[in-house]
């Protein structure tokens, strides 16, 4: 890990990040595929430096890269491929159905905030004394 | 044994509820049988609990359930516990009894109360023989949820759904408090189990703060529980539950609870600096508080809730002082509070149910055949009240001397002076039901013809009815008159609560002592009080006056609520409004501070600037790219900046040492560039923002925040790795890489061996992925894909034939030499991806289809099903899953082949990933004039 490293990753989060806070589905796409590669960049340079291709029989063992971080870089880059493509589909799907790419307010998630709650005790818009009995005239006996 | 008893309530508890209406109110019959079986066998084993009055043996019971977690349920039934149960199941099964006479006729929801009655049993079981402090806790929430159900049974009243709601935010929130009180008890203490906890405290440092904090938690959760000041409003408030329910909760059960707890723990945290001051004055403010409040209630069943709160007061204080004497008092005052306080509750219901009332000023006399509920009404009060020879007397002389006689240091004399005023009150409210019962305190006043005045018109209630208030009357009588009845139980349950204590007999007259003086100046007084008590009522409503002004606790704990739902709703507005933006903008912003915080320390200054030079330029590309991206205007522009930055990354990997990353990241650029390419040609060109412009510098604020942090946590990340002294795990996955997997490519080895469960999942992801694909986009397809008007151009069908060939066998290469050389089934699949994108470059969907026999969905499932059968081959053949073996054949022509059962496995990956690539053209590879929005559609049908 150097420095640079370390701020091109910032730099890989902070745009994808800033894409993600976009209204179209488009940007937000692009933000996710640079958030992958930020996310990717951090494992490998977490993983330590680098050395050489870690292949048995091809050299000393010491001098190779960490194969883990890879493994694990190599499963995250297929998968954010998948998940671009699933991304890409829905977005096909909105301009489908509205003709653009554009993510609208939830309108239920407003009226959420607009509904009466409760705000004391029910029993005060009950008016009338205290009851001091359990039984209405003529039960029980 | 006795968690089958438990398990007993819960289930009997269940079908009684189940059968609800049913049963109706035979279910309390039904209900009877959990006391019984709880007496059935607490009764034998008395003898060996109690030995002789000098602490027998504690019964336990283990029962395992996560050993390797030291999760347990651990059962332990000393005297005291016997005592509480003894409460529990004795007037448990008293309760089932009466309520068959109160609910007389059947009436909805009966059955519901006998079910969820006998759960509370259980869950009060429970609590009082969990020798764990966390079980203890479950019960005590199981208290809370179950009387809950119980308070607001009748769901269809206000009143009793605000009641019930009351109780259970005071105790469940006092419970939660409690809750981290408990833990962190167990954590500094070093055990949680209650009867270690006095051995293992006795031997530590007990000034800590911590502890400290502990000890008021847990005690915010007891004196919720048990009603104490500030938090008693809700007990009166619950008796708005039909009068067997408030016997059983509130005169023997659960407001104990918080008591019992204490009881407990006093013994052993009392020398701890805050223990006995909070406990003394939180008990002393209760007790006189709640006298005062029950002299002032003309509703005989208010009267006695508040008359509860001030008893419970009284526990506090003699328990909670942790000194044996007084803990013997109390418990001779909690069997004692149980029996009278039940019978009273009896009474006030035997009273509501004949006479339709429980308005002391409406009673003048209930009439001829009530003379055995005034007798029990009478012994009940006087036990209360402390006068002898009841064994309410007992308890409170025994109370009264230990704290005149200078057990306690310091203000003993406040103490004791507390305790004399607050019985002063219990002997003027106790005189108050009585005179009340008896038609002594009748108000011409609020008679009116929808209210008539009872006078000796009640039609006298059934033997049946009666009889449990009065049995419970007679105990008190019983044990009073000869205290060696309880007096082996009473002093082994002090010794169980004190086991180095020495505990004096129980005896009715213990001498002319300060007790006695004290206990005469209670009742001269008292009496004094009765006399006067139009003057005294006068008095409390002069003082009521001015003090009325100031909220009651009624009323701050519902200013609370409603505090707290204003500020709900405000949050939720400015938080929850509808924009996915701004849910982010604090989601990011948020998790970016919490990641940061804790790394900053970690952050290695001797960093290096830089590694390697060759780092600057593919850096150089991917910032550049990835700016481009954030900003440009056109959709096109964008993506493919995003592509740009992959290939940055792919010559970053290369350098690092990395080929498998790199081709992967070169083959999935290609394709992603261009899938954007096929799903933006629909959408406009350009982004245009519609984003309100005072969002833009938060947005650009909150991005920032994130660069940073995760630039700070890179740099603390890297050091991570380097600290751990264990040996890396990777060193010997390069150890085993061909011994054990067979084969010299670590990094695939790792991806279809040492992790191949994460790749068999990571298939499955894409699989559904494709899926997801395909029904998103086609969802709205028409019926006819049309093929016309593909313009095919000879030169780049003659070319495009070439390279796809080529292309086509490269990715084969991968897939198979992938196990010892850079390649894999995810890039040989990748790359005959891209072959596949230049064959629709060339020809389009058709052309794609053509490419194989079979329809793109069995290329993706059949890859799943490869790999799946793969892994769970081995099994069949008595291996681990998963586990690959090697093997040699001679082939003709072909000489020596190599092959590992890991190939197949990578086939299905293989399969998989060009499934997908399939699944993605099948997607979005319709020609653009095949193309309508969902509207167009609409019109044209229309048409």
Redesign the interface.
Request: without cysteine.
């Given at each position: 890990?150097?420095?640079?490293?370390?701020?091109?990753?910032?730099?890989?989060?902070?745009?994808g990040?800033?894409?993600?806070?976009?209204?179209?589905l488009?940007?937000i796409i692009?933000?996710i595929?640079?958030l992958g590669?930020?996310a990717?960049?951090?494992l490998?340079?977490?993983?330590?430096?680098?050395?050489?291709?870690?292949?048995?029989?091809t050299g000393d063992?010491a001098t190779?890269?960490?194969?883990?971080p890879?493994?694990l870089?190599?499963?995250a880059?297929?998968?954010?491929?998948?998940?671009?493509?699933?991304l890409?589909?829905?977005?096909?799907?909105s301009?489908?159905?509205?003709?653009?790419?554009?993510?609208e307010?939830?309108?239920?998630?407003?009226f959420?905030?607009r509904r009466r709650?409760?705000?004391?005790?029910?029993?005060e818009?009950?008016d009338g004394e205290?009851?001091?009995?359990?039984?209405?005239?003529g039960?029980?006996? | 044994m006795l968690a089958l008893i438990l398990l007993l309530h819960f289930a009997l508890g269940a079908a009684i509820v189940a059968a609800g209406d049913r049963v109706n109110r035979r279910g309390f019959a039904v209900a009877a049988l959990a006391p019984v079986a709880t007496l059935a066998w607490l009764l034998p084993r008395l003898g060996d609990l109690i030995a002789g009055g000098s602490g027998g043996t504690a019964y336990t019971q283990r029962i395992e359930w996560v050993a390797g977690l030291d999760l347990t349920l651990d059962l332990r039934v000393d005297a005291f516990a016997a005592v509480m149960l003894l409460l529990v199941s004795g007037i448990g099964l008293a309760v089932c009894v009466y309520a068959l006479g109160y609910f007389?006729?059947p009436k909805a929801g009966v059955a519901r109360l006998a079910g969820l009655l006998t759960m509370f049993a259980g869950a009060m079981t429970g609590l009082v023989t969990s020798d764990h402090l966390l079980a203890l806790f479950v019960f005590w929430e199981l208290t809370s949820v179950t009387s809950y159900a119980l308070i607001g049974n009748d769901d269809r009243s206000?009143?009793a759904?605000?009641a019930a709601l009351q109780a259970i935010l005071i105790t469940g929130a006092g419970g939660l408090v409690m809750l981290s009180g408990l833990v962190m008890l167990g954590q500094t203490v070093g055990t949680y189990r209650l009867s270690e906890l006095a051995t293992v405290f006795a031997g530590q440092e007990q000034s800590g703060a911590l502890i400290t904090v502990a000890v008021l938690l847990v005690l915010v959760g007891a004196f919720t529980k048990s009603a104490q000041w500030p938090f008693s409003g809700w007990l009166p408030g619950a008796m708005v539950a039909?009068?067997p329910i408030s016997t059983y909760l509130h005169a023997a059960t659960m407001v104990k609870a918080g008591v019992y707890l204490v009881a407990r723990l006093a013994p052993i945290l009392y020398p701890l600096g805050v223990w006995r001051p909070v406990l003394l004055v939180v008990g002393a403010v209760t007790m006189i508080f709640g006298g005062w409040r029950a002299l002032r209630q003309?509703?005989l069943?208010v009267l006695l809730a508040h008359g509860t709160v001030s008893q419970l007061g009284f526990l506090m204080m003699v328990f909670g002082a942790g000194t044996y004497d007084l803990a013997q008092a109390a418990v001779i005052l909690i069997l004692g509070h149980g029996a009278f306080k039940a019978a009273l509750f009896m009474v006030v219901g035997v009273i509501?149910?004949?006479a339709?009332?429980?308005?002391i000023r409406r009673i003048a006399a209930l009439g001829p055949g009530w003379r055995t509920v005034q007798v029990t009404a009478v012994l009940a009060a006087a036990s209360m009240a402390g006068l002898p020879p009841l064994v309410g007397f007992i308890g409170k002389e025994k109370a009264l001397l230990a704290a005149a006689d200078g057990y306690l240091t310091g203000g003993a004399w406040a103490v004791t002076g507390a305790m004399v005023v607050g019985s002063v009150l219990t002997f003027a409210y106790s005189g108050r039901f009585v005179l009340g019962v008896l038609g002594r305190m009748t108000d011409r006043n609020v008679i009116d013809d929808d209210h008539p005045l009872v006078d000796g018109d009640a039609?006298a209630p059934t033997a049946m009815f009666v009889a449990p208030g009065a049995v419970l009357a007679g105990l008190s009588l019983l044990a009073g008159v000869a205290p060696a009845v309880i007096d082996p139980l009473v002093r082994a349950a002090t010794t169980a609560l004190h086991p180095d204590a020495s505990p004096k007999a129980v005896v009715l007259w213990a001498g002319f002592n300060i007790a006695l003086w004290l206990s005469l100046g209670v009742i001269a007084v008292g009496s004094a009080l009765m006399v006067w008590r139009s003057r005294v009522t006068a008095l409390q409503n002069r003082v009521h006056t001015p003090i009325s002004v100031l909220p009651t606790a009624e009323q701050s704990f519902?200013a609370l609520?409603?505090g707290a739902?204003?500020n709900?709703?405000r949050t939720?507005?400015i938080v929850?409004?509808?924009?996915?933006?701004v849910y982010?903008?604090v989601i990011?912003g948020v998790a970016s501070l919490t990641f940061v915080i804790p790394v900053i320390g970690a952050v290695d200054s001797s960093?290096?600037?830089?590694?390697?030079w060759l780092?600057?330029p593919v850096?150089g590309i991917?910032?550049l790219a990835?700016?481009g991206?954030?900003m440009v205007k056109r959709?096109i522009a964008?993506?493919l900046?995003?592509g740009a930055?992959?290939y940055g990354?792919a010559g970053?990997?290369v350098?690092?040492?990395?080929?498998?990353?790199a081709l992967?990241?070169f083959a999935?650029e290609t394709?992603?560039t261009v899938?954007?390419v096929l799903?933006?040609r629909?959408?406009?060109r350009e982004?245009e923002?519609?984003?309100p412009g005072v969002f833009a510098p938060i947005?650009?604020a909150?991005?920032?925040l994130?660069?940073?942090?995760?630039?700070v946590?890179?740099?603390g990340?890297?050091q991570?790795?380097?600290d751990v002294a264990a040996p890396?795990?990777?060193a010997e996955?390069?150890?085993r890489?061909?011994p054990d997997g067979k084969g010299?490519?670590?990094?695939n080895v790792?991806?279809v061996d040492f992790?191949g469960f994460?790749?068999l999942g990571?298939i499955t992801?894409?699989l559904v992925?494709?899926l997801?694909?395909?029904a998103?986009?086609r969802?709205?397809r028409r019926t006819t894909v049309a093929p016309a008007g593909v313009s095919r151009s000879p030169v780049v069908d003659a070319s495009v034939r070439v390279l796809f060939a080529s292309i086509g066998v490269l990715s084969l290469y991968f897939l198979f030499a992938g196990h010892?050389?850079?390649g894999g089934g995810?890039v040989g699949g990748?790359t005959a991806g891209a072959a596949i994108s230049l064959v629709f470059v060339a020809g389009g969907l058709p052309s794609v289809r053509s490419l194989l026999p079979v329809p793109a969905w069995v290329v993706l499932g059949g890859g799943l099903v490869v790999a799946v059968v793969t892994a769970i081959a081995p099994i069949v053949l008595g291996g681990a899953v998963l586990e690959h073996a090697l093997f040699e054949a001679g082939l003709p022509l072909l000489g020596t082949v190599k092959a590992t059962s890991a190939l197949p496995f990578d086939i299905g990956v293989y399969l998989v990933?060009v499934g997908?690539v399939l699944m993605?053209y099948e997607?979005?590879g319709q020609e653009p004039e095949e193309f309508?929005?969902?509207?167009q559609h609409l019109e044209g049908a229309r048409s």
């Open positions: 890990m150097s420095i640079v490293l370390a701020a091109v990753t910032g730099l890989l989060f902070a745009t990040a800033w894409l993600l806070m976009q209204r179209r488009t940007r692009i933000g595929g640079l590669h930020g990717n960049l951090l490998i340079t977490a993983g330590g430096s680098g050395g050489r291709p870690p292949i048995i029989g063992v190779m890269a960490d194969p883990l890879q493994a870089a190599l499963t880059i297929v998968i954010t491929f998948g998940v671009t493509a699933f890409l589909a829905l977005g096909y799907r301009w489908q159905i509205t003709g653009d790419d554009m993510v307010d939830d309108i239920e998630d407003r959420v905030t709650a409760v705000d004391g005790p029910e029993a818009l009950v205290p009851d001091t009995t359990e039984f209405e005239v039960e029980g006996s | 007389s006729s206000p009143k759904r605000d039909p009068t003309v509703d069943k509501d149910h004949q339709h009332t429980r308005d039609p519902w609520v409603k739902l204003r709900a709703k939720t507005r929850q409004n509808g924009s996915l933006q982010l903008m990011l960093t290096p600037v830089l590694d390697s780092h600057l850096m991917v910032v990835a700016l991206a954030a959709r964008s993506a900046m995003l930055v992959g990354m970053f990997f350098i690092q040492g990395a080929p498998d990353l992967t990241q999935i394709l992603a899938l954007f799903v933006l629909v959408l406009p982004f923002d519609r984003l947005r650009l909150v991005a920032a994130v660069g940073i942090g995760v630039f946590f890179a740099l990340a890297s991570a790795r380097d890396s795990i990777s996955m390069l150890e890489s061909v010299s490519n670590v990094v790792i991806l992790r994460d790749t990571e992801v894409l992925a494709g997801g694909v395909v998103l986009a969802v709205a010892n050389q850079p995810f990748l990933v997908l993605a997607a979005f309508t929005t969902e509207e």
